[in-house]
């Protein structure tokens, strides 16, 4: 059905402006460490002004933003526990006193602790929960709210896990809540649609950090056996999915998965 206001065809925006961030305003979640570093660094390459969050790391946190600032980036770092609401809305407010506005949010923060089933008390069940999941209700809440009141849409997206699908030993609540991330991507992309904000996730594989080779070598010699693609992703490549779901590029999708794990999850199962 032709939706009242619309002619079509519709013109797709140019190429070249495709990825194109200049004077959009990105928050990345959990940005000082692992992960996050790579989505902020992407998103700073394309010209957003970035928000860098953290909740620990604060050191590396804020010499990400001041490397940023350097290369004549826009950057601010700002602290905060996100399974606190009083924290996520001291984070979107510095994020609209500093630079305007919002328009794309990143919901990376994050724990993956290991724990037993058969161990696991109420608290560790909680903690992760709250971190992986509450924290994504929040910032979700928070900063769609802000780009309702802007009026010219915007762009969420969750970074969720494999686990979501193919959870591993000691992972029962980590795996839970990364799967409710993904229900709440569709359900959140249906109730933000009629306001031009689209929500999608990434579900990354096994990503590269500084020693892991040494600290999981097993792990690590599995997943070069398993995956097509015969690597580790990189937090770039995460970031770059990012970036594609964020951008004008993927205009017309909303509640969707997109899976970067260098195929592993493709394999035939037995």
């Known amino acids: 059905m032709k939706k009242p206001g619309l002619t079509y065809p519709l013109a797709p925006p140019p190429l070249k402006a495709l990825l194109d961030f200049s004077g959009r305003v990105a928050v990345v979640t959990g940005g000082g460490s692992g992960l996050g570093v790579g989505i902020v660094r992407r998103f700073a390459e394309a010209g957003a002004a970035v928000v860098v969050h953290y909740r620990t790391s604060k050191v590396e946190a804020e010499a990400l933003m001041h490397s940023i600032k350097g290369a004549d980036g826009k950057a601010v770092a700002v602290g905060g526990d996100l399974t606190k609401g009083k924290d996520v809305e001291r984070l979107l407010a510095e994020t609209t006193k500093t630079f305007g506005r919002v328009d794309v949010l990143i919901n990376n923060a994050g724990i993956y602790p290991d724990s037993d089933l058969l161990e696991m008390n109420e ?35 969750n970074i969720t896990s494999i686990e979501a699908a193919n959870p591993q030993t000691g992972h029962s609540h980590y795996g839970a809540a990364k799967a409710a991330v993904v229900a709440h991507t569709r359900a959140a992309a249906q109730e933000l649609a009629p306001h031009g904000i689209r929500v999608n996730a990434v579900s990354p594989g096994l990503i590269w950090a500084e020693g892991i080779e040494k600290s999981w ?13 015969e690597r580790m992703g990189m937090p770039e490549d995460v970031g770059d999915a990012c970036l594609f779901l964020a951008s004008p590029a993927a205009r017309w999708i909303t509640g969707a998965n997109l899976v970067v794990d260098g195929g592993v999850t493709a394999k035939q199962l037995f």
């Open 123 to 157: 608290a560790d069940w909680d903690s992760v929960l709250a971190a992986n999941l509450r924290s994504v209700f929040l910032c979700t809440q928070a900063a769609a709210r802000r780009m309702v009141a802007q009026g010219d849409g915007g762009a969420i997206v």
């Open 217 to 229: 070598p097993d792990g690590v010699r599995r997943w070069h056996a398993r995956a097509p693609l």
